[in-house]
């Protein structure tokens, strides 16, 4: 079984960056596209990014570009999000997620497409 563990959140100074870490522990890590999803108190999920399985293809939400990293280390069986140029509107609990697919073109990153969900980690961006 799929198993996600998210760590790297924390508070963070308005203009900061952060590192957040997705460890699987599964053998087929390499079959999973990776999502990056975040949800502030009051709002629904949203989704920030996406790596493909073999990591040659990204996708980030538009509001996030230019600010936003996601890669992935498959003999670690990690996949990483950085963010840089930290805004309070970051706020949220962070969380990684195993699909079978990234969006592309003009597609959105559901929730729904992803199946296996770790448990979140707190971002605070604040001064």
């Known amino acids: 079984q799929l198993q996600l563990v998210e760590s790297g959140g924390g508070l963070v100074q308005p203009g900061g960056s952060l590192r957040l870490s997705c460890s699987a522990s599964?053998?087929?890590?390499?079959?999973?596209?990776i999502g990056w999803f975040r949800q502030a108190p009051g709002k629904e999920r949203e989704g920030v990014t996406c790596?493909?399985?073999?990591?040659?293809?990204?996708w980030i939400e538009d509001s996030v570009k230019g600010r936003v990293t996601v890669s992935r280390d498959s003999a670690k069986k990690t996949a990483i999000l950085e963010m840089t140029g930290l805004k309070p509107e970051d706020t949220a609990v962070y969380y990684c997620?195993?699909?079978?697919?990234?969006?592309?073109?003009?597609?959105?990153?559901?929730?729904?497409?992803?199946?296996?969900w770790g448990q979140g980690t707190q971002v605070t961006v604040s001064s």
């Open positions: 599964v053998f087929t890590f390499d079959y999973y596209a």
């Open positions: 790596i493909t399985g073999k990591g040659d293809r990204a």
């Open positions: 997620a195993a699909g079978w697919g990234c969006p592309s073109g003009t597609q959105i990153l559901r929730p729904r497409d992803f199946t296996s």
